[in-house]
């Protein structure tokens, strides 16, 4: 059997497809005996090929590979320790570790969230921004559970789109499947906290959710950039009523009147940057959070108070629940 396993483990890395498949079908098949001779690949720098068809393997043997993952963890060999852990996080998620490993997580988290500066925050992407002293609120109107502190790059990769993190499916109690998402609340810029949390955004609608946000906290905006399909979508909402939105491909493109900055900006800059400015208003989404709360990018450590939060949107889904390994 060993040979078995080793042949199939070597041919994961053919240069033949439809090999390579059928390894990985055979490896799968095998079960939980075939961890120990995978994760040598996934911590040696074989070929890209051979790690994707490895990991591939592991994916789909899941929760059936966690207990000897458990075992490499707990007793070695050393080397293969720390793919073990990633492994582990992988497959069940915080809930897969011992009592030690997530201590050892907690206390790293504890350690670089007092190192965090500057924070970045990507300048391409889809973000709330509500004001920081209505915290409460804004967890509140959101419905929102399992705060956990975080670091904005352990935030944002776990609310990242088309990640394996930012949502997950459950069973309720009457057999329906329900959507989880998790969500990424910023620390405080300024006057002003961000939250991030792709899938969720999409799945509802920004600008509801403006709307929905601003009836609890006063007033709330949506900033969405889209370079690839040159569309850029802000608005603000105040007391729970849109006041003002522009949307690239929208229909209609604006609602409601020109902000004060947009005149201002209109008047200075319309000679300048005719591509971010209409005759109706200021189009750029960038430009516009820049006037009305924060310009992303490169945080000012100066401006940066507090640290960021994870949360759930299901109190039966903390964020333990959730696979994957996190950057930290």
Same mark, same amino acid.
């Given at each position: 059997?060993?040979?078995?396993?080793?042949?199939?483990?070597?041919?994961?890395?053919?240069?033949?497809? @439809?090999?390579?498949?059928?390894?990985?079908? @055979?490896?799968?098949?095998?079960?939980?005996?075939?961890?120990?001779?995978?994760?040598?690949?996934?911590?040696?720098?074989?070929?890209? =090929?051979?790690?994707?068809?490895?990991?591939?393997? *592991?994916?789909?043997?899941?929760?059936?590979?966690?207990?000897?993952?458990?075992?490499?963890?707990?007793? !070695?060999?050393?080397?293969?320790?720390?793919?073990?852990?990633?492994?582990?996080?992988?497959?069940?998620?915080?809930?897969?570790?011992?009592?030690?490993? =997530?201590?050892?997580?907690?206390?790293?988290?504890?350690?670089?969230?007092?190192?965090?500066?500057?924070?970045?925050?990507?300048?391409?992407?889809?973000?709330?921004?509500?004001?920081?002293?209505?915290?409460? /609120?804004?967890? +509140?109107?959101?419905?929102?559970?399992?705060? =956990?502190?975080?670091?904005?790059?352990? !935030?944002?990769?776990?609310?990242?789109? !088309?990640? /394996?993190?930012?949502?997950?499916?459950?069973?309720?109690?009457?057999?329906?499947?329900?959507?989880?998402?998790?969500?990424?609340?910023?620390?405080? *810029?300024?006057?002003?906290?961000?939250?991030?949390?792709?899938? *969720?955004?999409?799945? *509802?609608?920004?600008?509801?959710?403006?709307?929905?946000?601003?009836?609890?906290?006063?007033?709330?905006?949506?900033?969405?950039?889209?370079?690839?399909?040159?569309?850029?979508?802000?608005?603000? +909402?105040?007391?729970?009523?849109?006041?003002?939105?522009?949307?690239?491909?929208?229909?209609?493109?604006?609602?409601?009147?020109?902000?004060?900055?947009?005149?201002?900006?209109?008047?200075?800059?319309?000679?300048?940057?005719?591509?971010?400015?209409?005759?109706? !208003?200021?189009?750029?989404?960038?430009?516009?959070?820049?006037?009305?709360?924060?310009?992303?990018?490169?945080?000012?450590?100066?401006?940066?108070?507090?640290? @960021?939060?994870?949360?759930?949107?299901?109190? @039966?889904?903390?964020?333990?629940?959730?696979?994957? +390994?996190?950057?930290?």
């Amino acid at each position: 059997m060993p040979d078995t396993v080793e042949s199939l483990v070597h041919a994961l890395g053919d240069r033949d497809r @439809g090999r390579r498949a059928a390894a990985e079908d @055979g490896l799968v098949a095998l079960g939980a005996e075939v961890v120990d001779h995978l994760l040598p690949i996934l911590s040696s720098g074989r070929p890209r =090929r051979h790690a994707l068809r490895a990991e591939s393997v *592991f994916r789909r043997l899941g929760e059936d590979a966690v207990p000897r993952l458990r075992e490499i963890r707990s007793h !070695g060999p050393g080397h293969l320790r720390r793919v073990a852990l990633r492994l582990i996080a992988d497959l069940s998620g915080e809930q897969g570790l011992d009592l030690a490993d =997530r201590r050892a997580v907690e206390r790293l988290i504890r350690v670089k969230l007092r190192s965090e500066r500057p924070v970045m925050l990507p300048p391409e992407s889809r973000w709330l921004a509500t004001p920081a002293d209505r915290f409460d /609120a804004l967890v +509140a109107a959101l419905g929102l559970h399992d705060l =956990r502190a975080a670091t904005t790059v352990m !935030g944002l990769a776990a609310t990242e789109a !088309g990640s /394996a993190h930012d949502s997950m499916q459950i069973k309720t109690p009457n057999g329906d499947k329900e959507t989880v998402y998790r969500v990424f609340i910023t620390p405080q *810029f300024g006057a002003w906290r961000l939250l991030y949390g792709n899938a *969720f955004l999409d799945a *509802f609608g920004g600008e509801y959710l403006t709307e929905k946000v601003s009836g609890q906290c006063g007033e709330a905006h949506f900033y969405r950039i889209d370079t690839y399909h040159d569309a850029h979508v802000w608005c603000v +909402a105040r007391n729970g009523h849109m006041v003002r939105r522009h949307a690239s491909w929208g229909d209609p493109e604006w609602v409601g009147d020109p902000l004060p900055f947009e005149v201002d900006y209109l008047e200075d800059r319309m000679w300048i940057e005719p591509s971010l400015i209409s005759p109706q !208003g200021v189009t750029d989404a960038n430009v516009a959070a820049r006037y009305l709360s924060v310009d992303v990018g490169y945080m000012p450590e100066s401006e940066t108070h507090g640290h @960021g939060w994870l949360a759930t949107t299901h109190p @039966g889904s903390p964020n333990s629940h959730f696979r994957g +390994a996190l950057p930290i």
